[in-house]
């Protein structure tokens, strides 16, 4: 078991010395290293399980603070930073020699991100290295929400989690950033497709597919949790033919008659797709800890944060194995 408390003092001197801390933000826990230290780099890998072709996100605590590790920030990306950082999303830019291959597995690219977390700005104004952090799970896994979710998977391997509370947004950061001259969203997350186009007009949502990931990260298979998970529709609901015990259901707003109430979750009984975001995650670990055998899974609106939304739960049904 790691510590959880929220000591910025003790997670910063960590950090310096080389070891990892679990970090909260306002998308998702972040499992945090030295970026300026190859060991430390090394050791996310290796907590998490990490493939090194899929590469980390740098965390800043400022729009300065990044000029060192970037050639440059096309006017476009400026308008987005602009808008909504500190906030849930990450810019690809083209790195300098400051940032090591291993960060960026090799791509030209670096990740770049300012969360708004007032604790982990606090954090990252005191260091004076940023920090690589992906999201504290292991591959394969859905990201934690809130810290004791990071001990329950890390809390082996990792001595300390700086506690900051349930992760307001609840899924990962949106991933932006330029291919062939075209804003490009590589990754749908707490910043909606929507909200981007309304300040630089129509862009490109870059579809992966599992057989080449454009982002190694956007594997299909990323989110699946551990049972037979399959989407439904309420209007098939009667034809489903299911054991009531052994299933579980994770719907949008409606109840499901018949199933007993730990073994469902409504994201949101008023329909609110934040609310519902913010609720993914815990759901589908409160259910996958179930004894149920299958898990089924209702989309929610396509739009808005409807969308990422509903990429996860797609993902959620690709299993690895
Ligand atoms: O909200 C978030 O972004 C969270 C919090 C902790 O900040 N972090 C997060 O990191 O989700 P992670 O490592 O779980 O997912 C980041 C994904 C990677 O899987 C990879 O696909 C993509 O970002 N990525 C990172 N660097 C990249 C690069 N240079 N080029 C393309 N994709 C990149
Ligand atoms: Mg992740």
């Known amino acids: 078991m790691a ?41 996310i890998f290796e907590v998490k399980n990490r493939p090194k072709f899929d590469p980390l996100i740098l965390h800043f605590s400022s ?25 849930p999303i990450t810019f690809l830019l083209e790195k300098t020699a400051l940032v090591n291959d291993l960060i960026t597995a090799g791509l030209s690219r670096v990740a770049i991100r300012i969360p708004a977390h007032e604790l982990t700005l606090k954090l990252l104004q005191s260091l004076d290295f940023p920090v690589a952090a992906p999201s504290a799970n292991p591959f394969g896994y859905v990201s934690p929400t809130t810290a004791k979710h990071v001990d329950d998977q890390l809390g082996e391997n990792i001595t300390y989690i700086l506690d900051g509370g349930a992760c307001s947004v609840g899924l990962e950061s949106t991933i932006v950033g330029i291919e062939n001259n075209q804003i490009t969203i590589y990754r749908k997350g707490g910043i909606t497709v929507e909200e981007i186009e309304a300040e630089v007009g129509e862009v490109n949502v870059f579809v992966t597919s599992s057989s080449k990931p454009s982002a190694p990260g956007m594997l299909h298979s990323h989110y699946a949790p551990k049972k037979n998970n399959l989407l439904f529709e309420f209007k098939d609901l009667k034809k489903l033919k299911f054991d009531a015990k052994k299933t579980g259901f994770i719907s949008f707003t409606e109840k499901i008659d018949g199933i007993p109430s730990e073994n469902q979750f409504q994201l949101s009984s008023n329909g609110n797709l934040k609310e519902a975001a913010s609720n993914l995650f815990k759901a589908l670990r409160l259910l996958d800890s179930t004894e149920i055998e299958t898990l089924y899974l209702e989309l929610v609106p396509e739009i808005g944060l409807g969308q990422a939304i509903n990429d996860k739960l797609r993902r959620a049904t690709n299993h690895p194995n």
């Open 3 to 43: 510590e959880i408390s929220n000591d910025l003092k003790q997670a910063a001197t960590l950090l310096r010395e080389g070891k990892l801390v679990g970090i909260p933000t306002e998308t998702v826990y972040g499992l945090a290293g030295n970026a300026l230290d190859e060991k430390a780099i090394l050791s």
């Open 63 to 87: 729009l300065s603070e990044v000029t060192p590790y970037v050639k440059k920030i096309p006017n476009e990306l400026q308008i987005l930073i602009k808008k909504f950082t500190p906030g």
